[in-house]
């Protein structure tokens, strides 16, 4: 799990990257424009935000990131706290939950849980096409060419991404943070172990390969025309 952190009070940082620590990966964004910048380019499993910013308003970010047709869960921290109406502001403006200064650090933890499961466990389209790649999200089968592919869950999770993120270059990194979890065992070469597993699956039977290596980058899968996913 990757999480970023929207604030400029130090101290607070400080308070909060002490509780996040133990369980998540985190990233620290001090203005509204930087908090923009890293979510509409990086892959995050949720937004802590501050509403008093030193440029733009955690509202107007809020906002912006959700006409944007950013869906990643966002949670309100902060001191401008005088009662309801700021929550229903909050949760307008599109936040997912909204929590006041000084917080509590079991219950920070535990509204992170439970936008966290809420998320994972949202709605979805029940397939996503790619090319002659099919992938049934439900019954968690892929298909390529109408034949069956069979992968581990893992394979699935990782060639699920991918096909999220069609013609995106995704990071080792970003790979590594959506797919295994931050405190899982595993080895530095693991991302490029399970690449290789699936382009033996997905790839080599097939005249034209779809997982590409983007050098010094990472990967991505990509469409025959190098558009849009179907």
């Not at 400080?14 to 979510?39: C, H, M, N, P, R």
């Not at 990509?222 to 996913?229: A, F, H, R, V």
Request: net charge neutral.
């Amino acid at each position: 799990m990757k999480l970023l952190l929207v604030e400029d009070d130090s101290a607070i940082v400080q308070a909060v990257a002490q509780v996040l620590s133990k369980k998540y990966v985190f990233e620290i964004a001090a203005t509204g424009k930087d908090a923009l910048s890293k979510v509409i380019t990086n892959d995050y499993d949720l937004v802590i935000l501050d509403l008093r910013l030193p440029d733009i308003s955690g509202l107007e970010v809020c906002k912006k990131l959700r006409s944007l047709g950013q869906k990643v869960p966002i949670l309100i921290l902060t001191g401008v706290f005088q009662g309801p109406d700021d929550v229903v502001i909050g949760l307008d403006s599109g936040a997912d939950d909204y929590l006041a200064k000084p917080f509590n650090a079991d219950e920070l933890l535990a509204r992170l849980r439970a936008l966290l499961r809420r998320n994972r466990t949202a709605p979805t389209e029940e397939k996503i096409t790619v090319n002659d790649l099919t992938l049934d999200l439900s019954a968690r089968k892929a298909e390529r060419g109408k034949k069956e592919i069979i992968l581990r869950r893992k394979e699935f999770d990782l060639l699920e991404y991918l096909a999220r993120n069609v013609n995106r270059v995704l990071t080792r990194q970003m790979i590594f943070d959506h797919v295994w979890d931050s405190d899982a065992n595993v080895f530095n070469n693991t991302v490029d172990v399970h690449i290789k597993y699936l382009r033996d699956k997905v790839d080599r039977p097939y005249a034209r390969p779809m997982i590409k290596t983007v050098h010094g980058l990472g990967y991505k899968l990509e469409t025959q025309e190098g558009g849009e996913l179907k």
